[in-house]
């Protein structure tokens, strides 16, 4: 299994962004892909995640209004659309897959221990 997330960069506060994560040797429906981001001395905090048997979709509540997650089951990829960037939003930024094991919908607030595989991060850095 594998997950690549893109997309990152350089923006400035107020400017939108959409991260992919290209997933290989797990398909969506198989459970569940989340994303993470860890900003420089703090701790990895998940942010949103998408279920893979109904599409259903969680956020944390301080990215709601302003963070979409989809996926494209065609090509197997996991997007997050990120609107009205913040400072605060620089991190790095990571997608990881949950294999389902019998969960309804899927996990992110503080769950980042259920996930069993994680790409390497794109970087996100918002200038003020």
């Known amino acids: 299994v594998q997950l690549q997330a893109s997309g990152g960069g350089l923006v400035y506060a107020g400017d939108s962004l959409r991260l992919s994560c290209a997933v290989s040797?797990?398909?969506?429906?198989?459970?569940?892909i989340g994303w993470f981001r860890q900003a420089p001395a703090k701790e990895r905090e998940g942010v949103s995640c998408?279920?893979?048997?109904?599409?259903?979709?969680d956020y944390v509540e301080s990215v709601k209004g302003r963070f979409t997650i989809s996926r494209d089951k065609h090509k197997n990829a996991v997007y997050l659309q990120i609107n009205s960037l913040k400072p605060d939003d620089t991190a790095v930024y990571y997608c990881?897959?949950?294999?389902?094991?019998?969960?309804?919908?899927?996990?992110?607030?503080?769950?980042?221990?259920?996930?069993?595989?994680w790409g390497q991060g794109t970087q996100v850095t918002v200038s003020s």
């Open positions: 990881a897959a949950d294999v389902n094991r019998g969960q309804r919908d899927c996990m992110i607030l503080g769950a980042a221990a259920i996930y069993d595989y």
């Open positions: 998408i279920f893979g048997g109904d599409n259903s979709t």
């Open positions: 040797g797990f398909s969506l429906d198989a459970g569940s």
